[in-house]
């Protein structure tokens, strides 16, 4: 008997391009969605976009109350939480950055209310994903959160960020190659659930990204169109698959590492871009496929060494050895790598010296 069965759950609309912030209210206007927002921010991405929001709100008769969160915690998702009961909020709106995005997804899931993702940087690919990041102790969750009912790019913003935070927006989509090698290692020794169409559009967003690294440039609005493009793209993958293995892999491990190791020194897509060159010489397979990931990296000014990460290379050394405790999540580290062939790998991919 047929048994199986899915459910896909996407944004409905996707606005991309310049100036669209302005169109936040229609956007709400075309979802039906009435009553009070609750704007889920950071400190610099509410000055830059959750502030201007907040007043084209008022301005169309709505009356939007905002909260600043600072850090990816479980305890930042009950400040919303307890924020969006004590303003009594109807629904959320996501403005910033990976974490405040990821923030605002988890406590509207918890909320049963309905949310709007709006990044201010093309810095990773949770933007449309349905999947937070959450450290926890020693460990790290991938917790499943609500996707937003639409996401509202607006280029002109996304241009204007540092650009070190649209390299690491190429990295972390970079690092989908490697993300996919070790889900599809996982599926044939551990015959973890496994789904062809998400790890196709992950590694072809990959090569589309890849394919144009020379229009992606500082300065640029059309390098925050095709890198945006890309990171959404991604997120469907993760939202095909129910998990994001399709975009997560021992390269993620290794970064969330170093976020426990070395907190904030490096961001996020950096460091799973150079934990992905050393991943993909660990695969080994195709010769030369780790050069391959470390020239792409190169081409749109990603770091490729632990010295541009800002982390020595003892630490890179630990991460490699103690990340697979992270999380049970099958990869090409197995049960671990021992000092040894840690250093090995991290030297013959130049990462370390
Ligand atoms: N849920 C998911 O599927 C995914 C989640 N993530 C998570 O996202 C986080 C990484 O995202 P990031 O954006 O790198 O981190 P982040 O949210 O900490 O942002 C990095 C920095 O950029 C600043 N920033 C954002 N927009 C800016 C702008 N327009 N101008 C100036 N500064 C701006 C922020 O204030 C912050 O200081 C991690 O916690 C990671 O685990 C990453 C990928 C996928
Ligand atoms: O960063 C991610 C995909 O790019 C997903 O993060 P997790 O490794 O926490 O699932
Ligand atoms: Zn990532």
């Not at 973890?192 to 144009?212: F, G, P, Q, R």
């Not at 993909?280 to 020239?295: K, M, P, V």
């Not at 697979?324 to 990869?331: F, G, K, S, V």
Request: glycine content about 8%.
């Amino acid at each position: 008997m047929f048994e199986k069965s899915t459910w896909i759950r996407l944004p409905r609309n996707v606005v991309v391009g310049h100036g669209v912030r302005e169109s936040v209210v229609e956007v709400l206007d075309d979802l039906h969605m009435q009553g009070r927002p609750l704007l889920v921010t950071s400190p610099t991405p509410r000055a830059v976009a959750a502030d201007p929001i907040a007043a084209d709100l008022e301005d169309r008769g709505v009356d939007p109350a905002i909260v600043t969160v600072e850090t990816a915690t479980f305890d930042a998702v009950e400040t919303v939480i307890a924020t969006a009961e004590a303003e009594e909020a109807n629904y959320l709106v996501g403005v910033g950055g990976g974490k405040a995005i990821d923030i605002a997804k988890m406590a509207s899931e918890r909320l049963e209310m309905g949310f709007l993702s709006v990044p201010t940087a093309a810095s990773h690919d949770g933007i449309v994903s349905n999947r937070g990041s959450v450290p926890d102790g020693n460990t790290r969750h991938s917790v499943a959160a609500e996707p937003p009912l639409a996401v509202v790019a607006d280029t002109e913003i996304l241009a204007e960020a540092p650009w070190e935070l649209t390299t690491a927006g190429c990295a972390d989509i970079i690092s989908n190659y490697t993300a996919v090698m070790d889900w599809r290692l996982a599926k044939r020794l551990k015959d973890v659930e496994y789904s062809e169409y998400a790890a196709a559009l992950s590694e072809m967003t990959a090569e589309i990204l890849v394919d144009n690294a020379d229009l992606i440039r500082p300065g640029l609005e059309e390098s925050a169109w095709i890198v945006t493009k890309a990171l959404m793209s991604s997120g469907v993958a993760m939202s095909i698959a129910g998990s994001s293995r399709p975009a997560s892999g021992a390269e993620h491990l290794f970064s969330h590492q170093l976020d426990r190791l070395e907190p904030g020194t490096a961001l996020h897509g950096h460091q799973v871009g150079v934990g992905s060159i050393m991943t993909a010489y660990l695969h080994g397979g195709e010769r030369g496929f780790w050069q391959d990931i470390r020239t792409a990296l190169s081409s749109i000014d990603a770091p490729t060494t632990a010295a541009e990460l800002g982390i020595d290379d003892e630490t890179v050394l630990k991460a490699l050895t103690t990340c697979h405790e992270i999380r049970d999540r099958y990869t090409i580290l197995g049960d671990g790598m021992n000092e040894r062939a840690a250093r090995e790998v991290a030297t013959k991919t130049g990462v370390i010296e």
